[in-house]
C-alpha cells in the first residue's frame, strides 16, 4: 500500500477497517513527483499587495468546497476595504455547478468575482505564480495543485483540517503556507494574515525511500507436483453455439492439474443439447452435470459447488474466455497469500467477429477495471468482478449464491464476502474475456426494464452502519436506479431533496444536533439516560397498542 502523505495512509486504514498488524508492514509513504509545466520554480515566494488575486485553483466540485472559498473570500473582502483585487475561480466545472456559485456571489461584490472556467494552462500557470491560492477541500491524498502554486510562488492558504496537510506533511503554518480551521470565518482569518504578511519559504518537496526499492521479492511457488487441483465450473443453458471454445479456453491453459464441470441446466435447443452429448462423450477432465428442471443460474453454480474436488475454484459462464495464464497466476497468488480468499482478472470486452483477435491485440477498446476490496464503490456498482473469479472453495460453498437473485448473484457474493472479512487479489492485466451477445441476459430490453427491482433484490438483507446507527442498504437505491435510467425517476429525487432541505433548514432540527453535541461534551451520561427513557416509552406505547 503506497501511501503519500502518513496521515492519509491513517485515514485509509481506518475506512478500511484494518488492524496495525495488517496495515504497517504493507504502508510505504511516498509522495508523488511534482513538477511545473510552466516556467521554473520560485526562489521565493510572492509578497501580496492590494491588487494580488485571490485563487481557487482546483476543480469546482462539491467536494472541494468552492462555497466555503466563496464565502471566506466575501468576509476577507468585506472586512478589508482596502484590498482591490479579484476573486478568481481557475479551473473547470460544470454549468450547474458554476450557476450556482454565481447564484451565492452578493450583487455588491459581483464585479469582484471572475470565472476563469475555459483559461488555457499557460494562463492559469501566469495566474497562480503571482496569487494568493486557497485550497478549501477537508480532504485531498496529496493534493497536486497546492504543490503546483507554492513552487510557482503563490502564498497557499490551506485547510488544516484536511490530513493532506497535517503535521507530518512539508507544510508549516506560518513558514510556507497560511492554515485555517475549516470555516469561513476562518479562511477570512488566514486570508487576512497572508494578504499582510504572507509567508516566508516556498514548500519543499518530500522525499522518501521508493516503495519499489523496499520491497522484498515474494516466496517461491511451490514445485509443480504438489499443485492442487482446480475446478472450473461452467453452468450451461442454450449456449452450445459458444461451449466448445469456452472449453477449449481452458484447456489451453498453462495450468494443467484441471478439472471441468459442466452443469446443464435443462438446455432446449437442438444444438445445445447436441454439444452436451458430443462432449460427454470426451470424457478425460471434463465431466457433465446435468439439472433435473430448470434452476436458473445462480442454483446452477450452488449445484457445481456439490460436484466439484479442487481446493480451488473458478467460476466462468458458458460463453466467455479465460486466458491461458490465468490460473496458474491466481493460484500462485492464493499459495503464496493464505489470508486472501479471491482472485479477480481484468476483463476485456469482445463481440463475436472480434474473437478470432484476443490473444494478438496489445489492447481492448472496451474494458473494464476492478478494484478487489471496494468498501465504497461496490455498494453502487459491480467494482469487485464480473461472473469470473478464481476462489476458494471452502469459501465459495460457505457463502453460496443467493438463488432468488435473476440477476446480479456474482456481485451479491462478493459484497457478501466482503462484510465477512473475506479478502480480493486483484490482476494488473486482462486474463478474462467477456462476450457481449445482443440477446444475452445482460443486454436485454426487459433487464434494463427492471433494473431498480434487481438491485433492490440485491441489497436486500444488507446493512450500511455509521456509529450506533445501523440502516437497510436500499436506502440507496433510489441514487442507484436514477443513475442507471437517467430521468426516469426526477420527480422522486426532487422529492426526497425538498425533504432533506426542509430537515436541513429546520431550526428545530438544528436546535437538537446543538444540544446533543454539547451534551455529548459536556454530559455524555446524558444522552445515554435520555436512550433509554425512550426506549421505555416506545415500549410501553406498543404495550398500549397491542
Known amino acids: 500500500v503506497i501511501a503519500q502523505i502518513p496521515e492519509v495512509g491513517h485515514a485509509i486504514k481506518a475506512f478500511f477497517g484494518f488492524s496495525d498488524e495488517q496495515w504497517l508492514p504493507r504502508i510505504h509513504v511516498h509522495a508523488p513527483p511534482v513538477t511545473l509545466d510552466f516556467g521554473d520554480v520560485a526562489r521565493e515566494p510572492i509578497s501580496a499587495c492590494a491588487d494580488t488575486p485571490i485563487v481557487f485553483p482546483s476543480k469546482i466540485q462539491y467536494l472541494k468546497r468552492p462555497d466555503l472559498f466563496l464565502r471566506g473570500a466575501c468576509g476577507f473582502v468585506r472586512a478589508h476595504p482596502e484590498y482591490r483585487g479579484n476573486i478568481v475561480f481557475a479551473a473547470h466545472s460544470s454549468p450547474d455547478a458554476m450557476a450556482r456559485l454565481r447564484r451565492m456571489v452578493p450583487p455588491d461584490l459581483a464585479g469582484r468575482f471572475v470565472f476563469l472556467d475555459n483559461a488555457s494552462p499557460i494562463e492559469r500557470a501566469h495566474l497562480l505564480s503571482r496569487s494568493i491560492s486557497v485550497t478549501t477541500s477537508q480532504f485531498e491524498s496529496f493534493c497536486l495543485s497546492a504543490y503546483e502554486a507554492s513552487l510557482a510562488g503563490a502564498i497557499c492558504v490551506l485547510n488544516g483540517n484536511n490530513p493532506a496537510f497535517g503535521d507530518s506533511s512539508p507544510w508549516r503554518d506560518g513558514l510556507n503556507c497560511c492554515k485555517f480551521d475549516g470555516t469561513a470565518e476562518g479562511l477570512a482569518a488566514a486570508l487576512a494574515v497572508a494578504y499582510a504578511h504572507g509567508v516566508r519559504e516556498i514548500v519543499k518537496m518530500p522525499s522518501d525511500p521508493t516503495p519499489w526499492d523496499m520491497l522484498q521479492a515474494p516466496p517461491a511457488p511451490k514445485s509443480v507436483a504438489s499443485r492442487p487441483l482446480v475446478s472450473v465450473v461452467v453452468p450451461h443453458f442454450n449456449l452450445g453455439e459458444y461451449l466448445p471454445r469456452t472449453l477449449d479456453s481452458i484447456l489451453a491453459s498453462t495450468y494443467e492439474n484441471v478439472e471441468i464441470v459442466v452443469v446443464d441446466d435443462c438446455s432446449t435447443d437442438a444444438l445445445s443439447c447436441l454439444a452436451i452429448e458430443r462432449i460427454q462423450t470426451l470424457g478425460g477432465r471434463i465431466r457433465i452435470v446435468r439439472n433435473p428442471m430448470n434452476l436458473g443460474l445462480a442454483a446452477t453454480r450452488n449445484v457445481a459447488l456439490q460436484h466439484v474436488c479442487g481446493e480451488f475454484i473458478l467460476t466462468l459462464d458458458a460463453d466467455d474466455l479465460i486466458g491461458p495464464q490465468f490460473i496458474e497466476l491466481a493460484v500462485d497468488a492464493l499459495q503464496r497469500n493464505p489470508e486472501f480468499d479471491f482472485v479477480v482478472p481484468q476483463t476485456g470486452f469482445f463481440l463475436d467477429r472480434e474473437e ?191
Open 356 to 546: 478470432g483477435q484476443i490473444g494478438r491485440q496489445a489492447a481492448f477498446a472496451d474494458y473494464a477495471v476492478f478494484y478487489g476490496e471496494a468498501r465504497a464503490l461496490g455498494m453502487y456498482e459491480n467494482r469487485f468482478s464480473t461472473a469470473t473469479c478464481m476462489a476458494r472453495t471452502v469459501v465459495l460453498r460457505e457463502l453460496k449464491y443467493r438463488e432468488e437473485l435473476e440477476a446480479y448473484e456474482d456481485w451479491d457474493l462478493y459484497s457478501r464476502a466482503l462484510a465477512t472479512w473475506k479478502r480480493f487479489i486483484a490482476t494488473n492485466g486482462i486474463h478474462f474475456f467477456y462476450r457481449r451477445r445482443a440477446n444475452s441476459m445482460y443486454h436485454t430490453p426487459e433487464r434494463v426494464a427492471r433494473h431498480r427491482e434487481l438491485y433492490h433484490a440485491l441489497l436486500t438483507g444488507k446493512m450500511v452502519e455509521a456509529g450506533e446507527v445501523r440502516l437497510p442498504l436500499y436506502v440507496l437505491e433510489g441514487g442507484q436506479a436514477a443513475s442507471a435510467a437517467p430521468g426516469a425517476l426526477e420527480e422522486e429525487l426532487h422529492a426526497l431533496r425538498s425533504q432533506l432541505a426542509f430537515y436541513q433548514n429546520s431550526r428545530a432540527i438544528f436546535a437538537t444536533r446543538k444540544i446533543v453535541e454539547y451534551l455529548k461534551a459536556k454530559a455524555p451520561w446524558a444522552i445515554k439516560l435520555t436512550r433509554h427513557g425512550l426506549q421505555t416509552v416506545w415500549r410501553a406505547r406498543r404495550r398500549l397498542r397491542s
